[in-house]
């Protein structure tokens, strides 16, 4: 899917094998293109992490500020933050 091997073990680890349709639809373009992307599915298709691993990869670690990302969703249930200072 073009995540790094280390994401890619992770991903693993925690025993996901494939990708869910929304996955595997959403995560190409978050990785390759620079656009806003609105995906529909049911509860427990994998959205999150459709639109989070990409992220996580995304994020520089070798920056020496913090680094971030800023997820907006209409529930709150969905949106995460990672700091920004």
């Known amino acids: 899917m073009g995540f790094t091997p280390s994401l890619l073990k992770a991903i693993q ?17 978050m990785l390759e293109d620079n656009v806003d992307i609105i995906a529909l599915a049911q509860t427990g298709t994998g959205k999150t ?10 994020t520089d670690t070798e920056i020496q500020t913090h680094p971030g990302t800023y997820t907006n969703a ?12």
Request: aromatic letters at 10%.
């Open 13 to 29: 680890e925690l025993g996901f094998e494939q990708p869910m349709p929304v996955q595997k639809k959403v995560i190409p373009l």
């Open 49 to 58: 992490a459709a639109f989070g691993l990409p992220l996580v990869q995304s």
């Open 74 to 85: 209409p529930h709150g249930n969905y949106a995460f933050r990672s700091p920004v200072i």
